[in-house]
Every structure is written in C-alpha cells, then in structure tokens.
C-alpha cells in the first residue's frame, strides 16, 4: 500500500441529523463519532493523512471550492431516495476522485432489496421466494406459503423489523404492510420466512480478488425478539444476541453463496452478505450490505473480523489496498485546480478558436 496518501471521510453523523430534527430511527443508519476516530486513527497508523469531510452537502461544497483527496474513505449512507447510498459515489466519479467501496450503480441496486433479489436468483443463487407489496392493493395477491416475513424494500439496519416481522395468516400481513407501507412511504418486501440458522460472511476484496475474511452465526438470547434479527436486537445485540464462530458444511455453503452474489452484484472493497436456512437445511441468500457498519465493537463487519483474529486496522488496510487496485498511478497525488483566471483564459481563447473556425 503506498504510504502518505491524502484520504478524505465522508460520513453521516447521527448526532448531526438528530440535532436537526430528525428522529431516532430515521437516523438509525449514521455513525457515531468514535467510528469516525476509530476509522481515522486505522488509516493514520497506516501511514495516511486523513481529511474530514462529513456527509454529501460538505462534499459538494469542498469539491466546488477545489479541494482534492488522493482517496476518499466513504461510509455515508445519504438521507433522501432510493439513490441516498449513490450519492456520494456519484459525485466523487464525476470529478474523477478515487474512492472507498461500491460504485452508483451497485450502491443503488443493492438498497433495492427485490431488485438484488432478482439480480442473484437470475444467476441461479437461491434465496427465498417473494413478493413486493407496492400499495395496498398488493397485499391480496401475495401468493406465498405461511409463515412469511415482511420488511421495507429500501432500508438498512433492521430498520422496520421486529417481532411482528414474522406472519402466519392473511389477516396479520394485511395489518402489517399497511403499518409499513404507511410509515416508510416505500413498498415491503414479503419472503417465505426461513427458519433455519442464520449466518452474515464478511467479504473483502473486488471481483474475483474478492475473499472471505469470516463468518458468524447469529444466535438471539432468551430477551431478544425471536427468531428474527430485528432492530432491536441489532440496537442492543451486546444484551440480546451471541455472535458464534460456526463451523460445518453448512457454513460452507453460505460462504460460497454469499461470495457468488458479491460477485455476481459487483460488490467492491468490502462488506458483508446475510443468509439464512430454511427448514431443510438449504442455505438462502437474504440481503448484501456493499457500505457495512464499521464500529470497532458494535458493528457486524468489525465482530466478525475480531472473531476470525483479524485487527480492525487490518480490515481497513485491507479495504483500502483493494480500493487502490481501481486507482491509476497518475491519480495517487491529488490534481491541481486551475484558478478562476486561468478558467477565463482558457474559455476566452476557446471562444477565439471558435471564432476563426466558423
């Protein structure tokens, strides 16, 4: 890894959002600030300068100042639209930054958790049989054996799941796609619930450099809502969940279900996919998370790295280094910002040249 790069943060800090009105669980996805410090303190061991930039508006406002980064480290999650984990990227591709994790596309197909259902079942990955409640008219032609298990389409961290996530009879899905489908404002997506052991695989690495770096199996405590990885118990897990280190063909298998659907999604740099069995054992794909949670001690990714004997600055070197595959050598030191007048200068003998062509 080349040492002393100049590497810009960009983030969500929940304490920002709250600050402004917003609510808990609007906010639920940003970070907190020692995950910033955690994840500056990583890359200056590393040999880096760091740079904080904080969420999209700073960014835009920095980059139309004319301020360059030789990478950006980029964990914001975005608030608005289906697009919200796009944003950043989006703008960092179009002034050719360099930049941490999954490009637009990926960033955007990925939050749309159908949309990445279908993409990995087209590949002949297994995952669970669904529908998209999209109004409530939906709601009467879902067609799948119960029990089922209803979330919002687009969110992360649990957010919308708990013990009512779980449904065993027409009536209870009806209530419960009206609840979500009025306080999200997006469509629910309903899956055949599995009941069987359920893993999350963290991955580092691009296409096929892409590797396992470990995996763990989520056992919920005797508080914890059962059988569903809720918010809840993802806000609380320290109380509420054991993290275990499986081991097994089962665990196998989830393994390379999970690093097929990385792949065939063209998840970048790091982050982690969950599974989950069904009743006969067969493992199925549920959802990716291309922009994981890195909080040394509360975050998945982290846990499972810690588990498998992995330092936290170790994950970030790793995500880093496979982030610098993507970078040309040209690209490893920050380019100059030509001033306003030498701007003019240039428009103004383009607009000459234009001139004595015509």
């Given at each position: 890894?080349?040492?002393?790069?100049?590497?810009?943060?960009?983030?969500?800090?929940?304490?920002?959002?709250?600050?402004?009105?917003?609510?808990?669980?609007?906010?639920?996805?940003?970070?907190?600030?020692?995950?910033?410090?955690?994840?500056?303190?990583?890359?200056?061991?590393?040999?880096?300068?760091?740079?904080r930039i904080g969420h999209f508006k700073n960014l835009v406002k920095r980059v139309a100042n004319g301020d360059?980064?030789?990478?950006?480290?980029?964990?914001?999650?975005?608030?608005?639209?289906?697009?919200?984990?796009?944003?950043?990227?989006?703008?960092?591709?179009?002034?050719e930054i360099p930049y941490t994790f999954s490009d637009p596309l990926v960033s955007a197909l990925t939050l749309h958790k159908a949309l990445a259902k279908r993409?990995?079942?087209?590949?002949?990955?297994?995952?669970?049989?669904?529908?998209?409640?999209?109004?409530?008219?939906?709601?009467?032609?879902?067609n799948l054996p119960y029990p089922v298990f209803a979330k919002p389409n687009n969110e992360g961290t649990a957010k919308g799941i708990?013990?009512?996530?779980?449904?065993?009879?027409?009536?209870?899905?009806?209530?419960?796609?009206?609840?979500?489908?009025?306080?999200?404002?997006?469509?629910?997506?309903?899956?055949?619930?599995?009941?069987?052991?359920e893993f999350t695989v963290g991955i580092v690495g691009t296409g096929p450099a892409a590797r396992i770096?470990?995996?763990?199996?989520?056992?919920?405590?005797?508080?914890?809502?059962p059988e569903v990885y809720s918010y809840k118990n993802?806000?609380?897990?320290?109380?509420?969940?054991?993290?275990?280190?499986?081991?097994?063909?089962?665990?196998?298998?989830?393994?390379?279900?999970?690093?097929?659907a990385w792949r065939v999604l063209g998840c970048r740099d790091g982050g982690r996919v969950d599974v989950r069995a069904d009743a006969k054992g067969d493992v199925k794909f549920l959802e990716v998370n291309p922009l994981a949670g890195l909080h040394?001690?509360?975050?998945?990714?982290?846990?499972?790295?810690?588990?498998?004997?992995?330092?936290?600055?170790?994950?970030?070197?790793?995500?880093?280094?496979?982030a610098l595959e993507r970078m040309p050598a040209r690209t490893l030191r920050a380019p100059t910002v030509k001033s306003a007048a030498t701007l003019d200068r240039a428009a103004t003998t383009n607009r000459a040249a234009t001139v004595r062509e015509r």
């Open positions: 890894m080349p040492e002393n790069l100049k590497i810009g943060l960009t983030y969500d800090l929940r304490a920002d959002y709250l600050a402004e009105g917003y609510g808990e669980l609007e906010t639920a996805e940003f970070d907190r600030p020692d995950t910033i410090e955690a994840i500056e303190n990583a890359l200056r061991q590393l040999g880096h300068q760091t740079d360059r980064w030789d990478m950006v480290f980029n964990i914001a999650e975005g608030m608005h639209g289906i697009g919200r984990e796009a944003q950043v990227p989006a703008l960092l591709d179009a002034y993409a990995v079942r087209d590949a002949g990955i297994p995952t669970a049989e669904f529908f998209v409640v999209e109004c409530e008219a939906d709601i009467e032609r879902v708990d013990a009512t996530s779980k449904i065993n009879s027409p009536d209870e899905l009806a209530q419960v796609c009206r609840r979500l489908l009025a306080e999200y404002q997006q469509p629910v997506l309903v899956e055949t619930f599995l009941p069987g052991r770096v470990g995996t763990t199996e989520i056992i919920l405590m005797d508080r914890a809502d993802k806000e609380y897990c320290e109380e509420l969940v054991k993290y275990a280190r499986p081991e097994g063909t089962i665990v196998r298998r989830a393994e390379e279900i999970s690093l097929a040394p001690e509360h975050s998945d990714l982290p846990i499972i790295c810690t588990l498998h004997g992995i330092s936290y600055q170790e994950l970030i070197r790793m995500i880093v280094d496979s």
